[in-house]
């Protein structure tokens, strides 16, 4: 398929950070890209350069979602692509979060993808052509310690997007594809100010990522679609064996402990010296 002919693609949460290298990295590779957003003024000012298309969304509106979803599928080519990018992070043991804080986790994270997803699929099955790209986290793949309730909205997002795919290949259904893309931690805002914090430690364990890699390789899993991929690979295949072996996973929990504050020291030594070289 022609750049042309994809139609339009949605990207959620895309006012900062990964939401906003995505949108620009699409807008590059050629597709009409609308960014949503609960801040309105804030992806305003993005969607400025990349076209202009924004509107404000909350994911956790069913019916708003649908909403974007038609007008986004009313120009040429349709809606060829719905990104659900939207998401927070929340640190530390389940039980020091109170029951506000935790629900908003879940809503956002796994019921907005989940009303995303639908509001695409519904249009995308009347096309008979589409893609939705879920960006899950490595803490979809393996319960991230310090992380839990974020873990496990991002585990719900797998299960359901996986399951969605399922549905619709039984249901006959093989122009419209589902994607998770499951990244590393990525420096941008959610872990600025984390460096500190010992609930995040497991974002800190491997290598971070910029919102740049990881929006290229969302450019290319847009272009092919794949039911999982993970960035980089060998972060997922080392999860995934830990996932395997809960037993294992447990006993090495001192060194995912070291090894993440490691990860935070390292960060903030670079951002010390980012911070002190002279800006020409």
């Known amino acids: ?135 899950v986290s490595l803490a979809g793949l393996i319960a991230a310690p310090g992380e839990t309730v974020y873990a496990a909205s991002k585990h719900a997002l797998l299960a359901f997007s996986l399951g969605t795919l399922t549905d619709l290949r039984m249901a006959g259904i093989r122009g419209v594809h589902v994607s998770c893309l499951c990244p590393d931690g990525i420096w941008t805002p959610m872990l600025h100010d984390r460096l500190d914090d010992p609930g995040a430690l497991a974002s800190f364990t491997g290598s971070l990522l910029t919102p740049e890699r990881v929006a290229a390789r969302a450019v290319r899993l847009a272009r092919r679609p794949r039911p999982v991929v993970s960035l980089p690979r060998w972060r997922g295949a080392q999860v995934r064996l830990l996932d395997a072996f809960p037993r294992l996973a447990l006993a090495l929990t001192p060194v995912v402990r070291a090894a993440g504050r490691a990860g935070q020291r390292r960060q903030a030594r670079r951002v010390r010296t980012d911070a002190s070289r002279p800006r020409l």
């Open 1 to 135: 398929m022609t750049t042309s002919g994809r139609g339009a693609a949605v990207v959620t949460g895309a006012a900062g950070g990964l939401g906003r290298a995505l949108a620009a990295a699409l807008h590059a590779d050629g597709w009409r890209v609308l960014l949503t957003d609960v801040d309105a003024d804030a992806v305003g000012a993005v969607a400025g350069p990349l076209g202009g298309w924004s509107r404000p969304l909350d994911v956790r509106d069913g019916a708003a979602c649908a909403a974007v979803a038609a007008e986004a599928a009313g120009g040429p080519g349709g809606l060829g692509l719905w990104v659900n990018n939207a998401g927070i992070l929340v640190t530390g043991p389940a039980w020091e979060q109170d029951a506000e804080t935790r629900q908003r986790v879940i809503e956002v994270n796994a019921l907005g993808a989940v009303n995303g997803t639908l509001a695409a699929v519904a249009v995308m099955r009347e096309q008979g052509h589409g893609h939705v790209l879920n960006v």
